[in-house]
């Protein structure tokens, strides 16, 4: 099993796309996204996929959802790091991803 960890970015971008969907969307899409997120994660816990290699070097993405990409690195073959979340419409314009603080949540306290 890898551990995975969550960004700052990604961390505040998770909770940003709850709170988009809660407010234009309904409750039903936003738990969509939060079970199809916990899915993503527990399969690259399991190491059981590598998604699609992003224009950025080091860096994967996943679609979470229609509208939402995640993007992830490796840090070592025993982590991996959530990075940012993207809504496609707003597609974050800096994915020059400035991480501050590696290690802001692992990913059990859900």
Avoid: H
């Avoid at 993405?61 to 939402?68: M, P, R």
Wanted: glycine share 2%; hydrophobic share 40%.
């Amino acid at each position: 099993m890898r551990k995975i960890t969550w960004s700052v970015d990604a961390e505040y971008d998770y909770e940003e796309n709850i709170e988009y969907l809660l407010r234009e969307w309904s409750v039903k899409e936003a738990e969509e996204f939060i079970k199809k997120t916990d899915e993503v994660i527990n399969t690259l816990r399991a190491d059981l996929v590598r998604y699609q290699a992003a224009k950025y070097r080091g860096i994967f993405k996943c679609v979470v959802c229609k509208q939402i990409t995640l993007y992830y690195k490796e840090k070592d073959v025993a982590e991996i790091e959530l990075v940012r979340f993207g809504i496609i419409i707003r597609m974050m314009k800096s994915l020059n991803y400035r991480v501050t603080t590696p290690l802001v949540r692992v990913c059990n306290a859900f």
